[in-house]
């Protein structure tokens, strides 16, 4: 492979020579190689950033939807599409960083003295000062250091050549950014292939004890790690207007072995256990109880799961809807209709009658069920450790922004002759104000 | 005087003193009078101090964070603003940029004067959902996130100014009180600088609360992936910014781009996205 290949636009993505194996034909190597350059361009990142942002776009505005007519995003998002974008995203930062190590290894070495010439002659200034070069040497190496820059020095006879540099941590930060982006595209693609969790649902009756192999969808969990799960009761409490309601909780006790442990499952608080995690998710009732409409003598009803959804009367046209039910105060929560008319919104206590016109209704138990999305995701601390390790990633390329400054000390005739100059890719107002106070310390 | 009278008059406040903050900072535009421009950090000031005391009653009366419903959101994006544009004006010790940013503060908070139904600002108890610690330090990151990126198009849109005027040899006055082209460049990225780690805070934060609520910590929602989009933007005007050199008139057009994705995160989304769903479902 040729060594002179042509550097990026900034020449600052050097050739991997990690690729350049012996062996294999001259096209074939250079198919490799027009794959790795390809793949190595900032140009494709760019590219790709704005193709998955407006594949995104797409994916908000023209949402396909699933059989009950409610939005369905994954469709969209899961497409193979979409995800050969991602791959493809996630193979240009990887390639990009492997390019870039040759790079991070010698800026983290700190700045080579022999490119000083070059660069005082670019964007240096030159000062002359009365002085002994070897002390003007020293004083600019002690102004670079109260500076906090790195020092490393050459001297050829009476010329001093001094390279210095500060911030050169920084160029680790987009390193360990784009390592966490791809870490977290890993863990994604891994959770969708399917090999590894799963998501699942459980629904069960207070006071049953069900197996986890009732949950709907359990894949990937070993057997010797599955328990029973006693759901003890489904709660609603209500805020005081008696309406809102402020939370919902599952109490279930996890029967392991001998072991039992209680958890208290509520909206934002899930139960793990053994990786597992369960979340509330929804709940249902079923009420039990007598009513004498019209018709004259009692009946007995079963209303919700397992029953109709609403009591009707047909002589009076009424019909009585639970909506609810207060655990702290046994109370339901009931609407009553006149035809499609709400006429009335009650609270029923539990074996007290409810009279509207000429029905009587009486709730006499009320039994709930508990939903609980499960969900096994080994990614979730995958995803957790790329995410601290972006926003660290972040921070330090913004905190650190390297500066690097040069300078040669040759002797003049009144003294000594200072070259100075310096680059910063990403804080040149920085370095332009280190110079200026350098120089000016130096000419006093 | 009642808690939420209180809490009302602290928005009219509010609206009163950035509208005249706004106000004076153009008018110095034309008039270089610096006592007259200092009334503006003053009105910017008093500003800040009622926009604070209408999200502390907010929290005093809803005994939750002020971040939930839009109207909260849009004060503490107005905060935000606020806050942040301070910071700069003392940083950086000029006034002319108020001209350029505290008016995006004011018309959020005349946007919802006009716009927003009554019943809509009222001080409502949480959901289940959304009883999280998560969701506060999510939304308070993102409005000092958010009030960045305002500066940050703020200073673009002066970029954008001057160089039109220096490309024409304009020699009005007005040309020479806005700050340099290289000067203004720097305060943009910079405003970037803090807006982006900030975003990803934001994101990160809410993925976490996701995955407390609702065991997902991304379901690509509309919000959530208008977000994303927000950032790639940002990433994509940070990498060609040092990679391809896109500074200047490339780059201030890129970060008014990025703050128009930033409102339509904010607002967009839940004025014709979900609009979109509600129909979609009848
Ligand atoms: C979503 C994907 C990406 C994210 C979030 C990301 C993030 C970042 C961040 C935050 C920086 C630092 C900017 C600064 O210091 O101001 C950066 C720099 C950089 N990125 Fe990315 N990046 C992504 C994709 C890529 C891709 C695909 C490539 C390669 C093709 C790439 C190549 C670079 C390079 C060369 C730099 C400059 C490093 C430097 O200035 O020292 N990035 N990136």
Redesign the interface.
Known sequence: MPENRKKDATGAEERNLLTGKEGGSETGRNIIDIAWNFLSSMKLGIVLLLVLAAASIIGTIWVPRDMYGQPDYLKFYNHPVFNIILALLALNILVCSINRWKLIKSTLGGPSVAAAENIVKKSGEALKIKAEPAQTANQVRDLLKRKGYRIFSSQEGEVFKIASDKGHLGILGPYLTHLSFFIMIVAIVVKFSGLVGFDGQFAGWEGETYSLGDVHGIQNVDYDDYFDIRVNSFRTEYRPDGHEIKQWFSDVTVIDGDKETDFSIYVNQPMVYNGIKFYQSSYGHQYVGKYSGTAGEDQEFILGQGGQEYLWDEGTNLAFVPTGFEDETKKVKLQIYKGQQIVDEVDAVINQPVKYENVEVVFEGVRSYTVLSTKKDPGVPIIGAGSILLIVGVVISFILRQRKIWSIIRPDAKGALVEIGGVSAKDKRGLDSDLEEITAALKK | MDLVTLEQQSFTATFVAYGAASLIYVIYLGYKNESFARLGTIATIIGLITNTAFLVLRWKISGHAPFVNGYEFLLSFTWGIAVIYLYAEWRYRMRIIGAFVMPIAWFLLAWIAMKMPEQARYAG?L???L??NWLTIHVATAMVSYGAFALSCGTSIMYIVKKVLEDNNSKSSFNKRLPSL?VLD?MSYKAI??G??LL??VI?TG?IWA?????R??????KE??S??TW??Y??YL??R????WRGNKAAWMSVLGFAFVLFTFFG?NYF?SG??AY??L
């Open positions: 108890n959901m289940p959902a009883q999280s290289d720097d600088a803090i982006f780690p990803s805070a990160i993925a995955e407390f609520a609702w065991g910590y991304w379901s690509w929602d509309p992936t208008w994303l989009i790639l933007v990433a994509a990498h060609a040092f990679t391809y050199g989304v996205l979109l769903h979609g479902g």
